[in-house]
């Protein structure tokens, strides 16, 4: 899958959708909350698959396949996390982890009020830092976007895999909104507009003094967005595949929340720790940094001054550092407690919102 796609399909991620009909349009105003979590399964390449028609109130069937758990999704706050000054006009980031809870890299993208940018990634896994910036940022999406929107983005970029050595990339897709209906697969059904892409690359690869390796490729894909705005689905083809009705390719999915292939037992490590929340005080929005040994479910309760709950949710985290984001936008200004448990362990915070 090419860079730029990949990039399209973590921003979908971020991207609810307002319902009209049967239809969705989607907007500069439909994001989720920072801390949506969204998890993958995935099979490998080369399988059989039916991308189905296009068109108005169309079911597709996605026959059950074996689709291991491959990684999740967190969309953050940009400014909490460590590229960000790479990333200065960022509004989102997806923190990205694989099924081990390592993999650790961030996507960012910013939105506005014609579309969503993509702006580029970054990782710092096992100390090596790589960051990839996309000139001028890609358009991903315009807005609004609804059942029969087109549209066509292009990414250039470039970065070094090895000292002495250079590639360059431009990746240009073609993108059409081509059909709503129901989509039925072994996670379950769900409302959803399909969108066709035709992404071309073309990869330049220095190494002085050997003469640059130039390669081109091409790929379709499909993607069935939800209502609740993820890609239920995604099929791509084989490389340059030139029929757009392609029958073996590879697959993937998206679920809503932190859903653990193989659920975490027991108690985290000795070292889990809550930091503390940051910048405190703060209005509206704050972050609280969490670093685990070893993977956890984690709940993270907020209370007030009264002990009355004002937020709950639950993570699925892997081991490494981790960022919490809050918005207290619909809260009163005062103290808030943070409690975050771990397997058995409990750790509580003092934060205070000033308006």
Same mark, same amino acid.
């Given at each position: 899958?090419?860079?730029?796609?990949? *990039?399209?399909?973590?921003?979908?991620?971020?991207?609810?959708?307002?319902?009209?009909?049967?239809?969705?349009?989607?907007?500069?105003?439909?994001?989720?909350?920072? !801390?949506?979590?969204?998890?993958?399964?995935?099979?490998?390449?080369?399988?059989?698959?039916?991308?189905?028609?296009?068109?108005?109130?169309?079911?597709?069937?996605?026959?059950?396949?074996?689709?291991?758990?491959?990684? *999740?999704?967190?969309?953050?706050?940009?400014?909490?996390?460590?590229?960000?000054?790479?990333?200065?006009?960022?509004?989102?980031?997806?923190?990205?982890?694989?099924?081990?809870?390592?993999?650790?890299?961030?996507?960012?993208?910013?939105?506005?009020?014609?579309?969503?940018?993509?702006?580029?990634?970054?990782?710092?896994?096992?100390?090596?830092?790589?960051?990839?910036?996309?000139?001028?940022?890609?358009?991903?999406?315009?807005?609004?976007?609804?059942?029969?929107?087109?549209?066509?983005?292009?990414?250039?970029?470039?970065?070094?895999?090895?000292?002495?050595?250079?590639?360059?990339?431009?990746?240009?897709?073609?993108?059409?909104?081509?059909?709503?209906?129901?989509?039925?697969?072994?996670?379950?059904?769900?409302?959803?507009?399909?969108?066709?892409?035709?992404?071309?690359?073309?990869?330049?690869?220095?190494?002085?003094?050997?003469?640059?390796?130039?390669?081109?490729?091409?790929?379709?894909?499909?993607?069935?967005?939800?209502?609740?705005?993820?890609?239920?689905?995604?099929?791509?083809?084989?490389?340059?595949?030139?029929?757009?009705?392609?029958?073996? !390719?590879?697959? *993937?999915?998206?679920?809503?929340?932190?859903?653990?292939?193989?659920?975490?037992?027991?108690?985290?490590?000795?070292?889990?720790?809550?930091?503390?929340?940051?910048?405190?005080?703060?209005?509206?929005?704050?972050?609280?940094?969490?670093?685990?040994?070893?993977?956890?479910?984690?709940?993270?309760?907020?209370?007030?001054?009264?002990?009355?709950?004002?937020?709950?949710?639950?993570?699925?985290?892997?081991?490494?550092?981790?960022?919490?984001?809050?918005?207290?936008?619909?809260?009163?200004?005062?103290?808030?407690?943070?409690?975050?448990?771990?397997?058995?362990?409990?750790?509580?915070?003092?934060?205070?919102?000033?308006?």
């Amino acid at each position: 899958m090419s860079t730029l796609k990949l *990039s399209l399909s973590v921003l979908v991620l971020m991207l609810m959708v307002s319902v009209a009909s049967a239809q969705f349009t989607i907007t500069q105003s439909s994001m989720p909350s920072f !801390g949506t979590v969204h998890t993958f399964y995935g099979t490998q390449e080369d399988v059989t698959v039916n991308v189905g028609p296009a068109g108005a109130n169309q079911t597709w069937t996605v026959p059950q396949v074996d689709a291991p758990m491959t990684g *999740s999704n967190t969309i953050v706050q940009p400014n909490t996390t460590p590229f960000f000054d790479h990333f200065p006009t960022a509004t989102h980031a997806f923190h990205s982890l694989d099924a081990d809870g390592i993999g650790d890299g961030y996507s960012y993208t910013r939105i506005a009020a014609d579309g969503a940018y993509s702006l580029g990634m970054a990782t710092g896994y096992e100390g090596e830092e790589v960051v990839i910036s996309f000139d001028d940022g890609s358009m991903d999406m315009p807005f609004p976007a609804t059942y029969g929107t087109q549209w066509t983005s292009v990414a250039h970029y470039s970065f070094s895999p090895v000292e002495g050595m250079t590639m360059e990339m431009t990746d240009s897709s073609l993108y059409h909104i081509d059909g709503y209906g129901t989509i039925n697969t072994q996670f379950g059904s769900s409302n959803v507009l399909r969108i066709q892409t035709h992404s071309f690359s073309i990869s330049e690869l220095n190494m002085p003094p050997l003469p640059p390796v130039t390669t081109e490729t091409s790929y379709y894909y499909y993607e069935w967005i939800t209502q609740g705005g993820i890609p239920a689905v995604t099929m791509w083809s084989d490389m340059d595949e030139p029929n757009p009705n392609f029958t073996t !390719g590879g697959i *993937s999915f998206a679920v809503a929340g932190a859903v653990a292939a193989d659920p975490v037992r027991g108690p985290v490590a000795d070292n889990f720790s809550v930091g503390q929340n940051y910048p405190n005080p703060f209005n509206p929005t704050t972050s609280l940094p969490i670093s685990l040994e070893q993977a956890a479910n984690v709940e993270v309760t907020i209370y007030n001054e009264l002990g009355a709950v004002v937020s709950y949710e639950q993570y699925s985290f892997g081991p490494g550092n981790h960022t919490i984001a809050f918005d207290g936008n619909a809260w009163a200004s005062g103290n808030y407690f943070a409690q975050v448990k771990a397997g058995e362990q409990l750790q509580t915070k003092r934060m205070t919102l000033l308006k």
